[in-house]
């Protein structure tokens, strides 16, 4: 089974100008995430589908940031314009779905991710 | 507002003894818990998990530990290989009533495993 493909892998922009990460999820999965991880910081989550739609963009920065999953499959994450402080690991991961019994978890799958450096 | 905490960034131990990892946290709705290990220029891989209503989850050579009391977990290896050398993220998830459920990650630990 192949697994969260993302691209580019590596990205070097100067400030204000924009940028697009793309991703391929597990096949089958209706959910997908979009994480940022600093360096030296945890992933923190900037915004989830499911299928098509968002079910949370409350940690996404929406004066620069967006993100779509037109067709419930792959999905692409748009920074417009970039800051220095962007500088980061872009992670996509997707899970099965939404994973809504209490107590219990609905496993992510990670991509390798896409490095963005913002000169 | 760091709710997960990894106070350790860093952890080296002699093959074959014990690795512990440790992590805190402060929101009492996290109820479920998990390790990730990342490898560099690879994704996050999930290595093991414990629900809230649990104190201890084994498998294999890792044990997860939970106090609640606490707020404390901690992740042990025993016994630790070379190729146990990582970033090991520590995660809790919250219920969140629009899209189930939502990861906060701590900082991470690099462990090294010394042949």
């Known amino acids: 089974e192949a697994g969260v493909a993302q691209s580019p892998r590596y990205k070097i922009i100067e400030k204000r100008q924009s940028v697009a990460f793309w991703c391929n999820p597990i096949s089958g999965h209706a959910t997908l995430y979009w994480y940022q991880q600093i360096l030296g910081q945890g992933p923190k989550l900037l915004i989830q589908?499911?299928?098509?739609?968002?079910?949370?963009d409350s940690q996404l920065p929406k004066d620069r940031f967006s993100a779509e999953r037109l067709k419930g499959v792959d999905s692409t994450l748009k920074i417009q314009p970039a800051k220095l402080e962007d500088s980061a690991v872009y992670l996509c991961?997707?899970?099965?779905?939404?994973?809504?019994?209490?107590?219990?978890?609905?496993?992510?799958?990670f991509g390798p991710g896409t490095r963005l450096t913002v000169l | 507002d760091q709710q997960v905490k990894q106070n350790s960034p860093s952890l080296s131990v002699q093959e074959g003894r014990i690795s512990i990892l440790n992590c805190d946290y402060t929101n009492s709705m996290f109820d479920y818990f998990l390790w990730y290990k990342k490898y560099p220029a690879e994704g996050p891989t999930f290595l093991i998990s414990i629900s809230s209503i649990k104190d201890k989850n084994e498998d294999g050579r890792f044990t997860v530990f939970l106090n609640k009391s606490a707020k404390h977990l901690s992740l042990h290896i025993v016994p630790s290989q070379p190729g146990d050398s990582a970033v090991y993220f520590c995660a809790a998830s919250m219920r969140v009533e629009t899209s189930g459920s939502r990861l906060t990650f701590g900082e991470g630990t690099q462990l090294t495993v010394n042949p």
């Open positions: 589908f499911q299928n098509n739609g968002v079910v949370d």
């Open positions: 991961a997707s899970s099965l779905s939404l994973g809504l019994a209490p107590f219990a978890y609905n496993e992510q799958f």
